[in-house]
DNA sequence: GACTTTATTTACAGATCAGTACATTTGATC
DNA sequence: GATCAAATGTACTGATCTGTAAATAAAGTC
């Protein structure tokens, strides 16, 4: 099944979401970037959460697909799969056109705890958590979960860091001290 | 010197800001709140933009003040500073108001990196990490910037998760993580 | 108290916001 | 090819956006 409509619009909106902000995005924008008409856009999403909310799905699928990936492509162990995060952050901190985590943007443009958009933010940091608290266990670190979250606050505090100076910088600091966490957990 | 009338619109207008976003705070919900009319707004401040960055000069003021404060009230050498900037961290994610770090938000609605309002929050960091560069050097750590840096992604890891997650557990996985670097350097 | 300057209010401009009613086109079915 | 249903385009709504022009009030200054 070759993509649908709707998957096309959901997949340009994702580019020019990650862009431009969310709020800062109007539908009308959108039509325009699309080439769609408005009444098709409504017909294919309610509303704008509607839409916002398919392009974090897409996000989300696309992101993990491409760090697991990509830790697995560079890493063969476990454990060096971890520390491989920091290295795949690294190549996505070079890309041209990186503007930082569209989850934590969402969530500082949503901000309220309980609205779909937030818990959709959220969502896709806990399963980041859980794959990686996996990859601790079969490493057979100690503590495995508490590593996980150690790493990801490394992982969440390079990519905003990296955004905020532009610099890629963060990754490599980010995983040096990964590196001494995972050591110590040995 | 008694607060200004213009400080007492920055302030307030901090207050919305924060609690719900810049492009969703529109200056006629500012004007409502603040009971000033909107031409004496627009006379203190020329646009919305400026009245952001005024907004957010006051932040930065106000949070190195309260985090250093509160980091020497809690601990004499330097080396405990740093650690105690964790447990800084913690009471303020329990704090009922918490919503993550403004110049994060700040720099996620305007991403442009020659944005003033993205300059002014990548210049609130870049002086947090001289300050906790300086503790370091103080407590005779092995190289201080490096680790500075570390630390302040630790930070920046926590204030993100502790909003996404709407816990304030990241804080002490983060304190954690920095004690164990901290030995390390020592 | 008259005069000047400054601050404030009211009322509005033009653009853009999310969303929709209705006409038109398109594509499938007979 | 006629008929019908789904997708699309045009043109619009009312609300809200940032920002402003002109009228009014307040506060000094002589």
């Known amino acids: 099944m070759r993509p649908s409509k709707r998957d096309e619009l959901v997949q340009k909106a994702l580019k020019v979401f990650y862009r431009n902000g969310f709020h800062a995005t109007g539908m009308d924008m959108l039509v325009a970037e699309t080439g769609v ?3 098709s856009m409504y017909n294919h999403f309610r509303t704008k959460e509607d839409l916002i909310l398919a392009v974090l799905r897409l996000r989300d699928e696309n992101f993990r697909n491409w760090l697991y990936r990509r830790m697995e492509e560079r890493a ?7 520390i491989a995060m920091f290295d795949a952050l690294e190549e996505w901190f070079e890309e041209p056109g990186f503007r930082g985590c569209m ?7 949503y901000q309220n705890a ?3 958009i937030h818990i959709q933010s959220a969502e896709h940091k806990r399963m980041l958590q ?4 996996e990859l601790a266990r079969k490493a057979g670190l100690e503590n495995p979960d508490v590593l996980a979250r150690q790493l990801l606050l490394l992982k969440e505090g390079a990519i905003v860091t990296a955004h905020l ?3 890629q910088a963060p990754a490599q600091d980010a995983k040096a001290a990964a590196i001494a966490l995972i050591e110590l957990a040995d």
């Not at 063969?76 to 971890?82: G, K, S, W």
């Not at 989850?103 to 443009?109: C, G, L, M, T």
Request: without cysteine; charged residues 25%; aromatic residues 4%.
């Open 103 to 109: 989850f934590i943007k969402a969530s500082a443009e």
């Open 165 to 167: 100076q532009h610099t």
């Open 76 to 82: 063969d162990t476990p454990r060096d799969q971890l």
């Open 37 to 39: 008409s408005k009444t």
């Open 130 to 133: 859980v794959h990686v608290g």
């Open 114 to 116: 309980d609205h779909a």
